[in-house]
């Protein structure tokens, strides 16, 4: 099977109308993209100038963009070209691209060509960009990462193919009904996606179900799966284009198929839905991202895909190794395997079936070649949020994996009881076999075991696993675990979604900081610039005006672009603690009210985040942040000078508008919870001051930014496991804090939902029961950050300082040179790019 990357036979027939022109040929002219464009609305969708809608533009314009990106991503993947000594392959159950359009106009260097091309034809590229969905591949942190390590291992020239699951409809589109999330299908293939290909000729059969048979082959016994159904796997491509154009990877996403498309037998018998249901049982594989697990169905389909992606993009894989090296001895030596977090970990035993079953490989051979494979990325230090599924379920569904999974334990259990002679406790928590209410597998600690590295994500985080989640792991395997801080792609976050503050910037320090982020630094010394500070302050000033549209078309609420622009996005959790924003915004709200003759500063609070469909804290959190808004909104004692606002719906491109606008970022999880952020990376580069607790990359934004540019408050990680062992008494916290009090007898009382009274009884019940999160007692020391917050606000050159520094200080959350240490330190991969 040939991987060059082929277009569509459309495409083929019309190659020589179009006329493509390379690099050499002067492909950035600017009248020969416009003749591009053209050719591809009259040729592709089939529209002349006088008829074609924005979208038919976007169409145009894309496939045009395409072409340029399928001249290189030709090149690298053709026979004849260099292959690469070793070749990534990331496994995400995620990839938050976005919208492609300007990530590849800028990258190609293309953005004020196409302009000026749509301009001559009386077509505004902003509107262009504005009829492109949002591809909804992913949810929040861990799609966001997957997609900036796709840009960056394009641009540093890592050799590397992204495996996922190409859904239909995403996780949600999230809407609002009187406050409360609704969550309807996304549509946003409705209308075709222009950068994929398609290749149904790129399938593989993924089985499920069915019984193991043991034969005897060459006098030893052999394992042979018999699944009892089978899924067809097809590839859908997508040419993911590095900076300045050098290099070009594949995002590989992988759509469920039924062999048979439909009962022929039910059809003609009538039964016209019968003979559709094995399809649509099928294929909702890859209909929605995270459906609920709720209900045993559920646990089920989660686990179905997850598998289905796993082994598609192995069989994809090991072909393609086999095609170029012959050997599956030598796999390490040719390709890397990274396991975004445990979701894809059942590709561990995956592997071993292929190596022992299908070709044969000795055990302890076959085990050597995947553990030197594999390393795998830990995102999260609750032990809940840690996979595992009930032991019957895979039994049932991959009864051949299951036997794989308990003959790795008995190896492991075996080597740690040697290095640990009687320690039963330690056997026990570094089995894959939980034996505590019920029988479940460990996904966590299968993908420890299988690979040979493990990474956390940033330098707190890493610490916190060997002391945590994986501390007995670590003991048996010390060398095992390292760090690597997450990044972010400055180039998109930066360049494309602020270019009045990339201007301001380039003007300053030189172009030069495209290429590398470090040459940020040489702000420093303009820190008090006067000049300075009345540029940027003038660009943050367009961009809040244009958030405040948003808002106003959004939740019908005018907002003042001279206030303070203090936002929390993220996705919705306890533990990212919106409700702590929540009740310092009601605490605001009645000093505002009780103390009108104080000079209060002007402030909007703007959130936004998706709740889990079947978390339902988290939508009641959703709820209150509303019903909160509604109320200020509406209160004319406050003057406007209190605004509240929950976006819905966010994605992507909502970041692109709302982290320009940023004044405050929030980033106040409970200290030892969230394993990075990179929200917290995005705002700061864009100049927004940071307020938050010692979590996640927090910690390294501090070393870098300085205690007097960040507002840092709470307890540390520390601290709050000690609270947590000691047991914490919240209603205590909450006697010793009269603000805290007034508050939540507010909200329990019903005076935010005067509707339903008793709506939130049960939730600020439970904060005093329970508070696993300690929102109460971090309350107080919040409320006085957010002081320290007033105070530096007031001091506009003071602020504008500590913005610079900021901007200035987090170059170095790169995902280039996250990348970097990645190929060198886990993968053993080396860049080609001249960035590396």
């Known amino acids: 099977m040939n991987d060059t990357p082929t277009a569509p036979a459309a495409d ?77 392959y990331y496994l995400s159950l995620e990839f938050l691209i976005g919208r492609l359009l300007f990530d590849a106009l800028h990258n190609l260097g293309l953005t004020e060509a196409a302009r000026e091309a749509l301009a001559g034809l009386g077509v505004e590229l902003d509107r262009v960009r504005e009829a492109e969905p949002d591809a909804a591949l992913g949810n929040g942190g861990l799609g966001r990462l997957a997609a900036c390590f796709m840009d960056s291992m394009a641009s540093v020239g890592v050799p ?20 409360w999330q609704q969550e309807y299908p996304e549509d946003w293939l409705s209308f075709g996606n222009p950068w994929e290909f398609a290749h ?51 995002l590989r996403l992988w759509s469920a198929r039924a062999p048979d498309p439909l009962s022929l037998a039910a059809f003609n018998r009538g039964d016209y839905v019968g003979a559709l249901a094995d399809r649509v049982r099928v294929e909702s594989i890859s209909k929605v991202l995270y459906p609920s697990d709720e209900t045993p169905a559920g646990q089920e389909l989660r686990l179905r895909q997850e598998y289905f992606f796993a082994s598609a993009s192995l069989q994809d894989l090991v072909r393609r190794h086999m095609e170029e090296h012959g050997d599956l001895r030598s796999l390490p030596d040719h390709v890397a395997i990274q396991l975004n977090d445990t979701h894809p970990a ?28 594999f390393s795998y990325t830990n995102h999260t230090l609750l032990p809940e949020a840690l996979e595992s599924w009930p032991l019957p379920l895979i039994e049932r569904l991959l009864p051949r994996h299951m036997q794989i999974i308990y003959m790795i334990n008995a190896l492991e259990l075996e ?16 089995s894959l076999i939980d034996e505590n209410g019920g029988r479940r597998v460990r996904m966590g600690v299968l993908a420890f075991i299988g690979s040979h590295k493990v990474n956390g994500v940033s330098a707190l985080h890493t610490d916190l696993m060997k002391q945590t989640v994986f501390r007995n792991l670590h003991a048996l395997h010390p060398d095992r675990i390292v ?73 019908d609420v005018w907002v003042d672009p001279d206030a303070l622009f203090d936002v929390q996005i993220k996705r919705i959790h306890e533990y990212k603690r919106q409700l702590l924003n929540i009740l310092e915004t009601v605490a605001i709200y009645n000093a505002i009210r009780a103390q009108p003759m104080r000079s209060w500063m002007p402030r909007v609070k703007i959130f936004g985040g998706k709740a889990a469909a079947s978390y339902h804290q988290a939508k009641l959190i959703i709820k209150l942040a509303n019903d909160v808004a509604r109320i200020v909104n509406a209160d004319p004692t406050v003057r406007g000078l209190l605004k509240v606002a929950f976006l819905p719906n966010y994605n992507v ?36 001051l940071t307020i938050g607790t010692l979590d996640g990359a927090n910690v390294e934004i501090l070393e870098r930014v300085g205690d007097e540019n960040i507002f840092i408050f709470g307890l540390t990680a520390q601290e709050v496991q000690a609270r947590k062992q000691r047991g914490f008494d919240a209603r205590a916290a909450v006697d ?101």
């Open 346 to 373: 059942i590709a561990i035993p995956e592997l071993m079936r292929i190596l022992v079953d299908l070709h044969e490989v000795p055990w302890a051979e076959a085990w050597m070649i995947t553990v030197g494979t």
């Open 483 to 555: 760090n690597k801080t997450n990044g972010i792609t400055f180039r998109r976050w930066l360049a494309q979604a602020n270019p009045r503050l990339t201007k301001i910037l380039i003007d300053a320090v030189g172009a030069e900081l495209l290429d590398d982020p470090s040459r940020l630094e040489r702000l420093l010394p303009m820190a008090d610039d006067a000049g300075l500070h009345a540029a940027l302050l003038e660009a943050r000033r367009v961009n809040k005006v244009a958030l405040a549209k948003i808002i106003a078309d959004r939740n």
């Open 200 to 250: 149904p000729e790129i399938d593989y059969a993924i089985g499920f179900g069915g019984y193991v048979e043991q034969i005897t082959s060459g006098g030893q016994p052999k394992q042979i799966w018999r699944p009892a159904e089978k899924v067809d796997a097809v590839a859908f491509d997508t040419p993911v284009v590095g900076w300045r154009g050098r290099h070009v990877n594949t």
């Open 736 to 836: 010793a804090s009269p603000m805290l009090r007034e508050v939540l007898d507010s909200i329990r009382n019903g005076v935010f939902s005067p509707d339903d009274p008793s709506r939130y009884r049960g939730l600020v019940d439970g904060l005093l029961d329970n508070d696993v999160f300690l929102v109460t007692a971090d309350f107080d020391a919040y409320f006085a950050a957010q002081r320290r917050v007033y105070r530096l606000w007031r001091d506009r050159p003071a602020w504008m300082a500590a913005s610079v520094r900021n901007t200035a200080q987090v170059g170095w959350f790169s995902s280039d040179r996250t990348i970097l240490e990645y190929a060198k330190e886990i993968w053993n991969v080396q860049p080609s790019s001249e960035l590396a």
């Open 653 to 688: 491109s909502l970041a692109e508008a709302i982290i320009p606008a940023a004044d405050l970022s929030e980033q106040i999880s409970t200290a030892g919870t969230e394993a990075s952020g990179t929200g917290n990376m995005k705002l700061a580069l864009n100049g927004a």
């Open 12 to 88: 083929v027939a019309r190659r020589p109308v179009r006329k493509v022109a390379s690099e050499a040929d002067g492909a950035t002219d600017v009248a020969k993209l416009r003749q591009e464009i053209l050719a591809e609305l009259t040729y592709s969708v089939g529209r002349s100038p006088e008829t074609a809608s924005t979208r038919d533009w976007f169409v145009a314009t894309a496939l045009a963009v395409r072409d340029r990106i399928v001249d290189r991503w030709v090149l690298e993947h053709a026979p004849d070209h260099a292959r690469p000594r070793k070749r990534v």
């Open 160 to 179: 590397a193919f992204g495996y996922g699951i190409r859904y239909d409809h995403g996780l949600f589109r999230q809407g609002m009904r009187d406050g």
């Open 415 to 430: 080597s740690a009881r040697g290095k640990r002679p009687g320690d039963d406790a330690l056997l026990s928590s570094v």
